[in-house]
């Protein structure tokens, strides 16, 4: 879990709010970000209270809290999507405006048992098979780069509808 990450996102900063506010580097944020709280240098903990606006007792307090709860990271747009994925969470919620665009690629997904009765039916063939046939259709897609990446990862998804206005992704490999 990216535990800096969604501590940034809830107090409506990023990574990049912290080195350019502090000039504490992108690699540092990036190693401290797969981190846990406790191995947090006090440098660190003193740029992101000072990119919060907040005292470096309540970063802190904050963050072991947000650590103790297995926060899930919130999407509202396309580019939480790409943070939430380059950092493999293991559970990310889409909300929102957001949500609205994310139901037509959670209709093309399978539900369990569809693709439970497929993969014991063709004995794994049917996997190899999707993803040769998904591999080629990208080659002559239209769609741009970075749309591209997205769904490709998002194969490694798992779709939830939560409610109305939320769906839950969740990685397939904690799934087992």
Known sequence: MSLLDIYLQRNKKKRYDVFKETG???QM???VNKKNVSSYSVKTIQAIAKTVN?????????LLKLE???AIFE??????????LNNKEPYIAIKGEYKTQMEELAKTQLSDNETLGLELGSAGLVNILAEGIYQFANLFSTKDDEQKKIESQLRKYNIKKIN???FLFS???FDY
Do not use: C, P, Y
Request: hydrophobic fraction near 40%; aromatic fraction near 2%.
């Open 164 to 166: 109305e206005s939320e």
């Open 29 to 31: 944020l990036a190693s």
């Open 75 to 84: 999407v509202f747009n396309t580019e939480d999507l790409l943070i939430a």
């Open 171 to 173: 990685l397939r490999q």
């Open 54 to 62: 907040k005292s470096e007792g309540m970063v802190l307090d904050e």
């Open 24 to 26: 504490l580097s992108q």
């Open 68 to 70: 103790t709860e297995n």
